[in-house]
């Protein structure tokens, strides 16, 4: 193989990789809604202190003080949609469980960290804001099949507030990609090392962003500890991508991360109701 060669098939992997990491760019929906506040992780939760994370009086507390909300939204047993984030009730409600294992009359029963919450319908949290603050609203999916998106998506078409969608699953968000182009969708990332998990290969093409080109996103919610990863800096300057922080912890995380992105999802401490 000569230099030029080399030097061609160089610039043709360079060029493939632009196009890989590509985002929405053409056509995209408005996402202006969104823009101007802080949004809440799991709601304004105290784990510790009778509010717990995704329960109804954690959302209602955020949508008191004027923040949005990120939630999580998972199927049951019986099909039912629910917001809960882990894949298992262990953490949670002290049952080694998976949570798509049991009914939604079963996962009744259980209290959110021993408080008197319960995990509630994606329904009931949707009636309880009312429209009042913008949601950005995780889809969970532990394997390749969408139902969950199709009824989470039946929820939220009788839904009248401003809310996106993210998920880490690039399936979920080509599932709103094909059938509702419309809604706001982005793509979940981490820099997975840097978050103590080890990097499969599927989270290592999640990691370096490289399905933007099938789902199109049109923001990246990427974690602030991976503000450094390149796809994600060129989706942000280059391709003019909305960029979205998770989960910034204290005002110092903050203030480290006001240069890099453009929303943030805190937990832990009260910022400022608006974005400076």
């Given at each position: 193989m000569t230099g030029w060669s080399i030097v061609l098939l160089l610039a043709g992997l360079v060029c493939l990789y632009f196009v890989m990491i590509m985002p929405h760019i053409f056509g995209k929906p408005d996402v202006a809604p969104f823009l101007g506040v802080y949004y809440a992780h799991r709601g304004?939760?105290?784990?510790?202190?009778?509010?717990?994370?995704?329960?109804?009086?954690?959302?209602?507390?955020?949508?008191?003080?004027?923040?949005?909300?990120?939630?999580?939204?998972?199927?049951?047993?019986?099909?039912?949609?629910?917001?809960?984030?882990?894949?298992?009730?262990?953490?949670?409600?002290?049952?080694?469980?998976?949570?798509?294992?049991?009914?939604?009359?079963?996962?009744?029963?259980?209290?959110?960290?021993?408080?008197?919450?319960?995990?509630?319908?994606?329904?009931?949290?949707?009636?309880?804001?009312?429209?009042?603050?913008?949601?950005?609203?995780?889809?969970?999916?532990?394997?390749?099949?969408?139902?969950?998106?199709?009824?989470?998506?039946?929820?939220?078409?009788?839904?009248?507030?401003?809310?996106?969608?993210?998920?880490?699953?690039?399936?979920?968000?080509?599932?709103?990609?094909?059938?509702?182009?419309?809604?706001?969708?982005?793509?979940?990332?981490?820099?997975?090392?840097?978050?103590?998990?080890?990097?499969?290969?599927?989270?290592?093409?999640?990691?370096?962003l490289l399905t933007n080109f099938i789902t199109r996103p049109d923001f990246i919610s990427y974690s602030h500890k991976g503000a450094g990863v390149w796809a994600r800096k060129i989706c942000r300057k280059l391709y003019r991508n909305l960029s979205v922080a998770w989960t910034i912890r204290s005002e110092e995380e903050l203030w480290a991360a006001k240069e890099q992105f453009d929303l943030f999802i805190f937990e832990g401490f009260r910022p400022r109701k608006l974005i400076d």
């Open positions: 304004l939760h105290d784990n510790k202190g009778g509010v717990p994370e995704n329960s109804l009086s954690a959302f209602l507390l955020a949508v008191d003080e004027g923040y949005g909300i990120e939630m999580d939204v998972q199927l049951t047993k019986d099909e039912q949609v629910v917001v809960f984030h882990d894949n298992t009730l262990k953490r949670v409600c002290g049952l080694d469980a998976p949570v798509n294992s049991m009914t939604y009359e079963e996962l009744k029963k259980l209290s959110l960290f021993g408080a008197k919450e319960r995990i509630p319908l994606f329904s009931e949290v949707l009636g309880a804001v009312g429209g009042r603050v913008p949601l950005i609203v995780e889809i969970k999916m532990v394997d390749s099949r969408t139902r969950v998106c199709e009824l989470a998506d039946g929820i939220l078409q009788n839904y009248a507030g401003r809310y996106c969608m993210e998920s880490f699953h690039p399936l979920a968000v080509y599932w709103y990609k094909r059938h509702r182009p419309e809604i706001v969708r982005g793509q979940l990332s981490a820099d997975f090392v840097k978050e103590d998990e080890r990097e499969t290969f599927p989270m290592w093409i999640v990691h370096h």
